[in-house]
T-cell receptor, first 117, second 111 residues
Framework: DAGVIQSPRHEVTEMGQEVTLRCKPISGHNSLFWYRQTMMRGLELLIYFNNNVPIDDSGMPEDRFSAKMPNASFSTLKIQPSEPRDSAVYFC???????????????FGQGTRLTVV | GNSVTQMEGPVTLSEEAFLTINCTYTATGYPSLFWYVQYPGEGLQLLLKATKADDKGSNKGFEATYRKETTSFHLEKGSVQVSDSAVYFCALRGGGGKLIFGQGTELSVKP
């Protein structure tokens, strides 16, 4: 398996533009996480899905952020409109979860480095 | 809610020194605990894990023991190498499957 695939690897956009980040989880995994990493705040959980359903989006900073998972093999994180403070590295991770089993490893993509100017 | 607190970095050590990175957590129930490592320009990779009290996770010379009485999961290695230089993240996964991380500790090992 190629692992978790994120695209693009780098994105530079102007303030006010819409940005869409993409993630393809590992085949067979049913749980997906979106994280944002900055020097100031570390690694923040934005949202996570189980079986394509958003379970907890309490980390989404504001209404400008939205995430979807239309099927088991694809997820998007959209920022509209983007602002300079959204500049960060965004990671997607996937794992499998069955019932109360919580010890499965989460696999991370290589991240998307977003710069909003 | 659940949370993870790590010692602040950066931590700078000489090769072959002993390493400890402290991690404490707050959680309801019985979470699973993890250490992840991030090398420059890459995503996080699992280093080790423990799923219940008194479990010891180990990998590549690193160890951590799940201490429920002190709510801790400190990372240790007896002799670090230059190649261990990276950022280390403590994490927990509790009820509902939410996976949350500490702020990360940067380790720099000098030859």
């Amino acid at each position: 398996d190629a692992g978790v695939i994120q695209s693009p690897r780098h994105e530079v956009t102007e303030m006010g533009q819409e940005v869409t980040l993409r993630c393809k989880p590992i085949s067979g995994h049913n749980s997906l996480f979106w994280y944002r990493q900055t020097m100031m705040r570390g690694l923040e959980l934005l949202i996570y899905f189980n079986n394509n359903v958003p379970i907890d989006d309490s980390g989404m900073p504001e209404d400008r952020f939205s995430a979807k998972m239309p099927n088991a093999s694809f997820s998007t994180l959209k920022i509209q409109p983007s602002e300079p403070r959204d500049s960060a590295v965004y990671f997607c991770a996937s794992t499998s979860v069955e019932g109360i089993i919580l010890n499965t490893e989460a696999f991370f993509g290589q991240g998307t480095r977003l710069t909003v100017v | 809610g659940n949370s993870v607190t790590q010692m602040e970095g950066p931590v700078t050590l000489s090769e072959e020194a002993f390493l400890t990175i402290n991690c404490t957590y707050t959680a309801t129930g019985y979470p699973s605990l993890f250490w992840y490592v991030q090398y420059p320009g890459e995503g996080l990779q699992l280093l080790l894990k423990a799923t219940k009290a008194d479990d010891k996770g180990s990998n590549k010379g690193f160890e951590a023991t799940y201490r429920k009485e002190t709510t801790s999961f400190h990372l240790e290695k007896g002799s670090v190498q230059v190649s261990d230089s990276a950022v280390y993240f403590c994490a927990l996964r509790g009820g509902g499957g939410k996976l949350i991380f500490g702020q990360g500790t940067e380790l720099s090992v000098k030859p």
